[in-house]
């Protein structure tokens, strides 16, 4: 007999939006605040210190109220011209994306194509910008959320570092989870978004344009209007800073906490952190049998994503644990979607939401059919937390 409770705690492990510190979601259930008033202005400038910080950047970082599509577009609209052609690296379905943005704005794009699950070929972008001299960006992303894979977006801007060329990167589920450097590597353009390993709910997006790529801004000739860098730039540099429109201010105050917490808890331990909750994923998922989507190796440590067990819809292990076990993972995308599901383990997480959710994945799949020492999976994910002192 199942007992099912309709008040199950509700735990959120897809890669986006993720769960949101208390003190977070308290700070934007305060009364509405007036953006131009002293008391957003202080919390705006703490924001932008600490967005620095995670971006490691000492150049501006804007922030748009829009998803992290808006940054993407951003990029594209403030950095080139009708036709300009631009090299774009996918491997996966936000891959897609910066071709298709670029694509809607009438750009040459050349695409590249990696096999989803795999990481982009360097020698092969690298033949790319020696067949197109002519190529004014390479547009990357560092997370590929639709399949774990994290790219080396630093090696990426090296091929780019000498050319009249600039490195475009969608961090939009990468930043604050997975080490990204953004002037030590020189990336040109680096996108974000407020919902994902920063902690916040969605509702803000962010990008930091390097001294080169400013010179891409003045002289791109696409059409822009909300999205105009120089109004952001005009904006931001004020003192307190400002943002040009009416901000997400309820999301922005949240951020502040979450971003404080990133503060205190210091980029290079959550980097740490993030690798092994993606090891203990993965070492749970081997043990129990299933096949890794995602590359067997610490740089995924944003998503995991997995195989399905032949003959198991990936939607009936998904739905069973929301409804049955109160725990919410994701499914594929484009065209991965009913063949693998993607848990997520980039911000507010613990030890003890890993092995919740391998718990529930485990009795999921034993009770769908697929067998396996029950608790094996567990046990992993137990042993690479006590190994690296994870509590
Ligand atoms: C890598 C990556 N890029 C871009 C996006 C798009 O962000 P949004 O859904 O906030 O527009 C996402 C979010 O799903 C993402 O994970």
């Given at each position: ?33 007036h953006h131009r008033g002293p008391?957003y202005g202080e919390i705006i400038t703490?924001v932008v ?11 501006d970082?804007f922030i748009f109220t ?165 109004k952001y730039q005009a904006s931001i540099r004020k003192d307190p800073p400002q943002s040009p429109f009416t901000p997400?201010i309820?999301?922005m ?139």
């Open positions: 007999m199942v007992i099912m409770s309709h008040h199950k705690k509700h735990l959120l492990m897809t890669p986006g939006p993720t769960p949101v510190p208390e003190k977070a979601l308290l700070a934007q259930a305060r009364g509405m605040i008391e703490r210190e600490n967005l620095k910080y995670v971006f490691q950047t000492s150049r970082v829009s998803s992290g599509t808006g940054a993407m577009e951003s990029a594209v609209v403030n950095l080139f011209s009708p036709n300009d052609k631009v090299i774009v690296a996918s491997t996966g379905n936000f891959g897609d994306r910066w071709a298709n943005i670029s694509s809607a704005y009438g750009l040459n794009v050349v695409k590249l194509e990696f096999e989803w699950g795999t990481k982009a070929d360097i020698d092969v972008i690298k033949k790319a910008i020696d067949e197109n001299p002519d190529a004014k960006g390479v547009l990357c992303t560092h997370s590929e959320t639709s399949t774990g894979v994290v790219n080396d977006v630093k090696a990426i801007a090296e091929l780019t570092k000498d050319k009249d060329m600039v490195v475009v990167v969608d961090a939009v589920s990468g930043l604050g989870a997975c080490e990204l450097k953004t002037d030590e590597w020189g990336l040109d353009v680096v996108v974000s978004g407020s919902q994902k390993a920063l902690m916040a709910p969605p509702g803000l997006a962010f990008a930091t344009v390097s001294e080169k790529a400013w010179k891409f801004v003045e002289e791109s000739k696409l059409p822009k209007f909300y999205f105009d860098y120089k997400a309820s999301t105050l949240a951020l502040g906490e979450s971003l404080q917490m990133i503060r205190e808890e210091g980029l290079e331990n959550i980097w740490k952190r993030h690798i092994v909750f993606g090891r203990a994923v993965r070492e749970a998922i081997k043990s129990i049998g299933l096949n890794l989507f995602s590359p067997d190796d610490d740089s995924s440590s944003a998503v995991t994503a997995v195989w399905s067990p032949e003959g198991i819809d990936p939607k009936k292990i998904t739905t069973m644990m929301r409804v049955e076990y109160g725990i919410t993972i994701a499914g594929g995308q484009g065209k991965v979607k009913g063949k693998i599901f993607r848990i997520g383990h980039c911000g507010y997480f613990q030890r003890s939401d890993i092995i919740s959710t391998i718990d529930a994945l485990e009795s999921v799949l034993w009770r769908l059919g697929f067998k396996f020492e029950k608790g094996i999976g567990v046990l992993a994910a137990q042993k690479v937390f006590d190994e690296a002192g994870i509590y």
